[in-house]
């Protein structure tokens, strides 16, 4: 074969395997420890029993993520080589919440030592679950428009930043668990009702933008940073994501719908590697504009 390229990711992209199939990427898989068993994860291959895995990790038992190490990359890149390919676009998930980004920047310079007639362009995604999803679905459009490699590789590091992602947390406690908050912050939040929205920041690092009191109102307050956040040109496809929360998802959805500004609305399960550290419920919206200053 003599591909010009291949745009890959990670399994974080928590897309469902039937988008994935029609984006025709790779999706690299990633580990997540429950209790004590290492699992991996890849959506573009198989699904898991999201209500079993949420019950779990609501219920406390033991979770973590953990890395893909660089021999993970390299025998992507090796097997991708093999298949006649000579460039590779990675979009990886973002350095400011695991160290993948590294791995897979040592992993490409390794390659392409050995093989000097091979570039691969790993591009810090500064994203995140959907968001990244998001992301890859955006660079796939411009591929697929007739984009080459380097104009392609160019137009991923653009447009990163124009991706935005909110999102209100359920489960404190397990956000205490993950050290996200602390005992006491968790304990009263339960007690008052009161949610997180979180957001990203220019780092592709998790921040608290601001607490609401109640879920109803959360969903509400998401929408809010769409109408507000979002570029009107670009902006009229939405992802709604949820960790084994669908009601909520939908109904965040019908909210977004109501504004009437999007065309095209898609709800998305949130996969274990992001929902060890959330719990559920959980949900999200993803759009294209302008990041929260």
């Known amino acids: 074969m003599n591909q010009e390229y291949?745009?890959?990711?990670d399994a974080t992209v928590d897309l469902d395997k039937e988008i994935l199939d029609r984006l025709n990427v790779r999706i690299i898989p990633m580990i997540y420890i429950l209790d004590g068993k290492e699992c991996y994860y890849n959506p573009a291959e198989e699904t898991i029993d999201y209500k079993e895995f949420y019950e779990k990790v609501n219920a406390g038992v033991p979770i973590s993520?953990?890395?893909?190490?660089?021999?993970?990359?390299?025998?992507?890149?090796?097997?991708?080589?093999?298949?006649?390919?000579?460039n590779i676009l990675y979009l990886c998930f973002s350095s400011g919440l695991s160290g993948n980004h590294n791995s897979a920047c040592v992993g490409a310079q390794e390659m392409m030592e050995k093989h000097p007639d091979v570039t691969i362009k790993v591009v810090d995604?500064?994203?995140?679950?959907?968001?990244?999803?998001?992301?890859l679905q955006e660079v796939c459009a411009k591929r697929d428009a007739g984009a080459g490699f380097e104009e392609l590789a160019e137009y991923?590091?653009?447009?990163?930043?124009k991706v935005c992602h909110w999102f209100v947390v359920g489960n404190l406690e397990q956000l205490k668990r993950g050290g996200r908050i602390n005992a006491v912050e968790a304990k009263l939040g339960a007690i008052l009702n009161v949610h997180p929205i979180l957001t990203t920041d220019a780092?592709?690092?998790?921040?608290v933008s601001e607490k609401?009191?109640?879920m109803k109102k959360a969903l509400k307050e998401l929408v809010g940073k769409f109408t507000k956040y979002a570029e009107a040109e670009i902006s009229h496809r939405v992802i709604v994501a949820?960790?084994?929360?669908?009601?909520?998802?939908?109904e965040l959805k019908g909210l977004a719908l109501e504004t009437g500004k999007i065309k095209e609305c898609i709800i998305q399960q949130i996969g274990p590697v992001i929902g060890a550290h959330t719990g559920s419920p959980m949900c999200a919206i993803v759009f294209?504009?302008?990041?929260?200053e």
């Open 288 to 292: 294209m504009g302008e990041q929260e």
């Open 212 to 214: 609401v009191r109640g």
């Open 242 to 250: 949820h960790a084994s929360c669908l009601e909520l998802a939908e």
């Open 156 to 161: 991923a590091e653009k447009i990163k930043r």
């Open 65 to 86: 993520t953990s890395q893909n190490p660089p021999t993970v990359f390299t025998d992507y890149y090796k097997e991708l080589i093999a298949e006649g390919y000579k």
């Open 125 to 135: 995604s500064l994203c995140a679950s959907v968001g990244e999803g998001y992301y």
């Open 6 to 9: 291949i745009v890959v990711s």
């Open 203 to 207: 780092e592709g690092k998790l921040k």
